[in-house]
Nanobody, 124 residues
Framework: QVQLTVSGGGLVQAGASLRLSCEVS????????MGWFRQAPGKEREFVAT????????SYADSVKGRFFISRDNARNTLYLQMNTLQRDDTALYYC?????????????????WGQGTQVTVSE
């Protein structure tokens, strides 16, 4: 069974930065695309960012483009999300996931394994 452990969330003021980490229990993830999703209260889960197995291809939701940056360290089986210039609308539970295939993927249905989520709360 693949386990994803997410950390790095917290309460910050608008304009601050946070870095989320997602450690995967099995090296299998180094052959798979990975991604970040988020879900705000009362809203559906939405795509945030994705990265291919080798880190050479990335894609972002328009709402975070230029502020968030996804990266991975396959030697450490870890995925990262650097979040800069945080806004109140970024408040959500953030999830990481391992894709079924090797490439970056923007649809939740393309993902096989999910982490437990970490809360990010941005205040004014």
């Amino acid at each position: 069974q693949v386990q994803l452990t997410v950390s790095g969330g917290g309460l910050v003021q608008a304009g601050a930065s946070l870095r989320l980490s997602c450690e995967v229990s099995r090296r299998t993830s180094s052959n798979n695309g990975m991604g970040w999703f988020r879900q705000a209260p009362g809203k559906e889960r939405e795509f945030v960012a994705t990265i291919s197995w080798n880190g050479q291809s990335t894609s972002y939701a328009d709402s975070v483009k230029g502020r968030f940056f996804i990266s991975r360290d396959n030697a450490r089986n870890t995925l990262y999300l650097q979040m800069n210039t945080l806004q109140r609308d970024d408040t959500a539970l953030y999830y990481c996931a391992v894709a079924r295939g090797a490439w970056a993927a923007t649809s939740a249905s393309d993902y096989r394994y999910w982490g437990q989520g970490t809360q990010v709360t941005v205040s004014e």
